[in-house]
């Protein structure tokens, strides 16, 4: 049916691995080649930031398949390869060794990249961003030299780098503008609860602090704030958001608005060409817009979906967002999707870390957030995309189970 066909996947991480896996499980029986940058076969991100980053678990933990996986398969592994330009009229892509490639089906998962810092004194050694294994194993030679790290930016991977440098025995300083870490997701309510973790364990946090400029000699030797003072550190870690890849697509034309701009079958606007993972900016049948997720389950999910589409089968993309983070001994899971919300209802005393928060506008659930509480995601995304109004008592009343605030006939009207 299909083995004289070409299918091809650019981004050999999470998103593409998965897509590739997913195409031989339904039974495609063409050429397949996943085409990687990086020198790894596909990995997993989220063990960069924790265990991996301690140096608490070996290499083979973050792989996404087992080394035979893509021969067994018959996957055509391309790896230490970057797709330099993509024709989508011929349908022919180009690699940076002069390779060319006719596909049938192309899936772009570029993924994402740090946002660079531009300041005085951010080309200096010890500067270092976060998002490769590489960058990792760099990160963790400096974590097992000690000393001081200062971080900029309490976002997820700041605030994980943050505590795993904490827990590596470090003096750890971080620079957030704004007033708490993470306020930008969990607002302040909740973004207090994490400055107060980290407080805690020990972490200067300079929260509505800027900085203006790292100075040394040829490496950094101190971070100059906002407001005046001069932090003394052998190195910084730098979280300040990631940019959608979108070069390729960009050069070829494809609509692109905050990433790659797919549909709810997570095709493109040229033929044949799909985009999953980090770079794709989905339009969302729950939320009515295009939604960019920036995590690991999204990632899990729309590979293996946009392998369905690219062998024509009618699925729509409509998973709620997800997302997890580890930080310490606090561990939490997050679901939804709540630009603004008008209150926060909590069930338990966030002092204790152990709690859920949950976001409403009027009285519907946007999204909800279990902090070391667990098996209650699923009853949470319910109470999201069922829209349930909900009495906020007996939200935040733990005797009343999260289930019994579905009413049994919904998603029936729906
Ligand atoms: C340190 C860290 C910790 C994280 N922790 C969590 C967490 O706790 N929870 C959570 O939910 N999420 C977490 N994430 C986010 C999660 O890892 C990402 O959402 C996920 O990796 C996205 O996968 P992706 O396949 O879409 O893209 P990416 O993982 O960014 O991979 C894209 C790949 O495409 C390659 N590529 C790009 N352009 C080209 C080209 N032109 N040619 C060839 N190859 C190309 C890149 O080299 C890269 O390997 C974390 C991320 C990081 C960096």
Redesign the pocket.
């Known amino acids: 049916m299909t083995s004289d066909q070409t299918f091809v996947i ?7 691995a998965k897509a590739a896996e997913t195409l031989r499980a339904e039974g495609f029986d063409g050429r397949l080649v996943l ?4 020198d790894e076969r596909p990995y ?3 063990p ?2 924790k265990d991996y980053l301690r140096g608490e678990v070996d290499r083979e933990k973050v792989y996404v398949h087992p080394e035979g996986f893509y021969a067994e398969h018959d996957i055509e592994l391309r790896l230490g ?3 330099v330009s993509l024709n989508t009229a011929g349908a022919e892509l180009a690699l940076d060794d002069g390779e060319r490639l006719r596909y049938d089906r192309l899936l772009l ?4 990249e740090p946002r660079a810092l531009s300041i005085p004194g951010a080309q200096l050694d010890g500067v270092v961003y ?2 490769s294994v590489a960058d990792c194993d760099a990160l963790r030679r400096r974590l097992d030299r000690g000393g001081a790290v200062v971080v900029i930016g309490a976002g ?2 700041g605030s ?1 780098v943050a505590a795993s440098a904490r827990q590596r025995g470090l003096e750890v300083t971080v620079i957030e503008p704004m007033t708490v870490p993470l306020e930008r997701v969990l607002g302040r309510e909740v973004g207090a609860v994490y400055r107060d973790i980290h407080r805690d364990h020990g972490v200067q946090m300079l929260l509505g602090t800027g900085v203006e400029a790292f100075e040394g000699d040829t490496a950094v030797e101190r971070v100059r704030t906002s407001n005046g003072r001069a932090l003394e550190c052998d190195f910084v870690v730098v979280g300040v958001g990631i940019e959608p ?1 979108i070069g ?1 697509a960009a050069q070829a034309g494809l609509a692109i608005d905050n990433g790659i701009l797919v549909d709810e079958h997570l095709r493109t606007s040229a033929s044949g060409v799909f985009a999953a ?3 794709a900016n989905a339009h969302h049948p729950f939320y009515r817009e295009p939604i960019r997720v ?6 899990l999910h729309q590979g293996p979906a946009a392998a369905r589409a690219m062998l024509g089968q009618p699925e729509v993309y409509d998973r709620l967002p997800y ?3 580890d930080q310490y001994d606090v561990g939490m899971e997050y679901a939804g999707f709540a630009r603004a919300w008008e209150r926060v209802v909590f069930r338990g005393d966030p002092v204790t870390r152990e709690f859920i928060a949950f976001w409403l506008v009027e009285d519907r659930i946007v999204a909800g957030m279990n902090v070391n509480v667990w098996d209650v995601t699923d009853a949470i995304q319910r109470l999201i995309s069922e829209r349930v109004a909900v009495d906020a008592r007996r939200l935040a009343d733990p005797r009343v189970a999260l289930e019994d605030l579905v009413p049994a006939d919904a998603g029936s009207a729906a």
């Open positions: 650019v981004g050999a991480s999470l998103a593409g085409v990687g940058a990086e997993e991100r989220p960069l930031s390869r970057t797709a998962a570029t993924g994402a976060l998002r997820w991977i994980e890849r390729l993972g980090d770079v920036e995590h690991w389950a999204n990632a997302f997890f983070s």
